[in-house]
């Protein structure tokens, strides 16, 4: 596995295959299969892996919230749909 401080330096020398990569498959590949996929190797790579460890994913990668998932990501942390929205904009605003 790579080590997480090695992750960008190596995406920046794939990036042209990855690019041309992704491509194809948007032509070429069910996308709910890739899905189906790709989970079953992230559970299967990451299955005796804390994340805990470093959290480097989450410090280097920049998510988002599709806007129809709000309502019921809200209602997970047990806050209002307006409390989210806040939050997430409290975290743009100081990135």
């Given at each position: 596995?790579?080590?997480?401080?090695?992750?960008?330096a190596e995406?920046?020398?794939?990036?042209?295959?990855?690019?041309?990569?992704?491509?194809?498959?948007?032509?070429?590949?069910?996308?709910?299969?890739?899905?189906?996929?790709?989970?079953?190797?992230?559970?299967?790579?990451?299955?005796?892996?804390?994340?805990?460890?470093?959290?480097?994913?989450?410090?280097?990668?920049?998510?988002?919230?599709?806007?129809?998932?709000?309502?019921?990501?809200?209602?997970?942390?047990?806050?209002?749909?307006?409390?989210?929205?806040?939050?997430?904009?409290?975290?743009?605003?100081?990135?």
């Amino acid at each position: 596995m790579i080590q997480p401080d090695k992750i960008r330096a190596e995406a920046k020398k794939k990036e042209n295959e990855n690019s041309k990569f992704r491509i194809y498959l948007k032509g070429h590949v069910d996308e709910d299969e890739l899905d189906r996929q790709f989970l079953r190797l992230h559970k299967e790579l990451f299955a005796d892996y804390d994340c805990s460890k470093c959290r480097n994913c989450c410090k280097m990668y920049k998510g988002s919230i599709p806007e129809e998932d709000i309502d019921q990501d809200a209602q997970c942390l047990g806050i209002t749909s307006s409390s989210l929205w806040i939050l997430i904009w409290k975290k743009k605003s100081v990135a």
